[in-house]
């Protein structure tokens, strides 16, 4: 079992940055790939990005390319989301996701695919 725990969540004016972090607990020992999620009140689950278990692949939503980068520090047992020019759109909560995978490659990029979830942290936008 893996725990994740999401934060850096936050109001921030349109234009804005914030950074996400989630902490991974438990059986770190396994090769996880992992990924963020959005859902905005109203609206299904959404995929934001995603990064493999060696953090050589990445991949964005079309909506956040360019704007957003995904990273982690494996050391840490910690993944990111740094979010730049952020939009009244982006608000939502988004939550993490890890999955088990057997290759360093590998990402991910449906939330069917994913065995661990976050709780999720909110992040508003102002215009």
């Known amino acids: 079992q893996v725990q994740l725990v999401e934060s850096g969540g936050g109001l921030v004016q349109a234009g804005g940055s914030l950074r996400l972090s989630c902490v991974a607990s438990?059986?770190?020992?396994?090769?996880?790939?992992m990924g963020w999620f959005r859902q905005a009140p109203g609206q299904e689950r959404e995929f934001v990005s995603a990064?493999?278990?060696?953090?050589?692949?990445?991949y964005y939503a079309s909506s956040v390319k360019g704007r957003f980068t995904i990273s982690r520090d494996s050391v840490k047992n910690t993944l990111y989301l740094q979010m730049n020019s952020l939009k009244p759109e982006d608000t939502a909560v988004y939550y993490c996701?890890?999955?088990?995978?057997?290759?360093?490659?590998?990402?991910?990029?449906?939330?069917?695919?994913?065995?661990?979830w976050g709780q999720g942290t909110q992040v508003t936008v102002s215009s």
């Open positions: 438990g059986r770190t020992s396994s090769n996880y790939a």
């Open positions: 990064i493999s278990w060696s953090g050589g692949s990445t």
């Open positions: 996701a890890a999955a088990r995978v057997s290759s360093g490659r590998t990402i991910y990029l449906g939330e069917q695919q994913y065995e661990y």
